[in-house]
T-cell receptor, first 114, second 120 residues
Framework: GAVVSQHPSRVICKSGTSVKIECRSL??????MFWYRQFPKKSLMLMAT?????????EQGVEKDKFLINHASLTLSTLTVTSAHPEDSSFYIC??????????FGQGTRLTVV | AQKITQTQPGMFVQEKEAVTLDCTYD???????LFWYKQPSSGEMIFLIY??????QNATEGRYSLNFQKARKSANLVISASQLGDSAMYFC?????????????????FGQGTILTVHP
């Protein structure tokens, strides 16, 4: 199947700093990318949907200024957690959707804010 | 709005036995897709099986089969001959198949998940 690469897989950062997570589709052009957040032993919650070249659509309750999403090309979307705080610690996972493909998931990023 | 319900927070099964993980859904859409994913402790989401709303036959993929009962709006996952490596969290998910503003296609709504433990 198609490959979606998410980087980094783990990151520890200090409170108040920003963290960027990358999601790349390696062998197809991703017209749409989705960003999910997951707490331990809980379900995946959709944070936002991003389409290449346009602004992301955020789900209700997700702070746009806190979670900046950029989908600059057909193979790359980034999620930046700005001014991170301990409550932002979570597992973040992306999925990418091509023109005629299923949605494929990245490996996920475990963020710990200390 | 779509809703997916997995009522079993945890399930236990003996190695080599079969296990059924429950999933019910609610949607007003006529066209939709149902998915099952496996999430091991590493966190990756592993696609297992897919069932389209118009598929008349139940989907099967190796040891995985989907018991699709459209009238009951259920899509249970059956794992036959359980293996120790099947221990993981399992998610049922539903996807809208119509375009609405160009962003709903591919958007998955997930159930709460079921933690499966396979005992030797």
């Amino acid at each position: 199947g198609a490959v979606v690469s998410q980087h980094p897989s783990r990151v520890i950062c200090k409170s108040g700093t920003s963290v960027k997570i990358e999601c790349r589709s390696l062998d197809f052009q991703a017209t749409t990318m989705f960003w999910y957040r997951q707490f331990p032993k809980k379900s995946l919650m959709l944070m936002a949907t991003s389409n290449e070249g346009s602004k992301a659509t955020y789900e209700q309750g997700v702070e746009k200024d806190k979670f900046l999403i950029n989908h600059a090309s057909l193979t790359l979307s980034t999620l930046t957690v700005t001014s991170a705080h301990p409550e932002d610690s979570s597992f973040y996972i992306c999925s990418a959707l091509g023109e005629n493909t299923e949605a494929f998931f990245g490996q996920g990023t475990r963020l710990t804010v200390v | 709005a779509q809703k997916i319900t997995q009522t079993q927070p945890g399930m236990f099964v003996q190695e080599k036995e079969a296990v059924t993980l429950d999933c019910t859904y609610d949607t007003s859409d006529q066209s939709y897709g149902l998915f099952w994913y496996k999430q091991p402790s590493s966190g990756e989401m592993i696609f297992l099986i897919y069932q389209g709303s118009y598929d008349e036959q139940n989907a099967t993929e190796g040891r995985y089969s989907l018991n699709f009962q459209k009238a009951r709006k259920s899509a249970n996952l059956v794992i036959s001959a359980s293996q120790l490596g099947d221990s993981a969290m399992y998610f049922c998910a539903m996807r809208e198949l119509h375009l609405a503003g160009g962003t709903s296609y591919g958007k998955l709504t997930f159930g709460q998940g079921t933690i499966l433990t396979v005992h030797p």
